[in-house]
């Protein structure tokens, strides 16, 4: 019953942190992309610039939330579980959708 906790070592520590702040980043820039794709999709649908401009807030402060929720959930999942594979595979998943959704910007 004197099962030790592994714990994870300073350099993975480091590096989630490291990582983490990455992620943040890239929230970020992707919010400002699906803003920007969602000025053109309006557009292209027919509707005005304005009503587009208008209509953006609502979407950022969305988005904004659901990035809040996701950065607060990935920050409590990170620090339970640093070091394991489970936790470097998120911050995979994490920067693939975000570089995919930067990209997706950038195609468009």
């Known amino acids: 019953m004197d099962e030790q906790i592994a714990r994870p070592s300073t350099r993975s520590l480091v590096l989630a942190a490291v990582l983490w702040l990455i992620t943040f ?3 970020l820039n992707a919010i400002y992309a699906l803003k920007e794709i969602y000025y053109l999709v309006s557009v292209r649908l027919g509707g005005s610039i304005e009503q587009a401009l208008a ?7 969305c988005l904004g939330f659901v990035g809040l929720v996701v950065m607060i959930g990935t920050t409590e999942y ?5 070091g394991q594979p489970k936790s470097w595979r998120l911050f995979a998943w994490t920067i693939a959708v ?11």
């Open 98 to 108: 975000e570089i995919s959704i930067i990209l997706l910007y950038y195609i468009l």
């Open 55 to 61: 209509s953006a807030f609502g979407l950022v402060w």
């Open 25 to 27: 980043g890239l929230a």
């Open 78 to 82: 990170h620090f339970k579980h640093a």
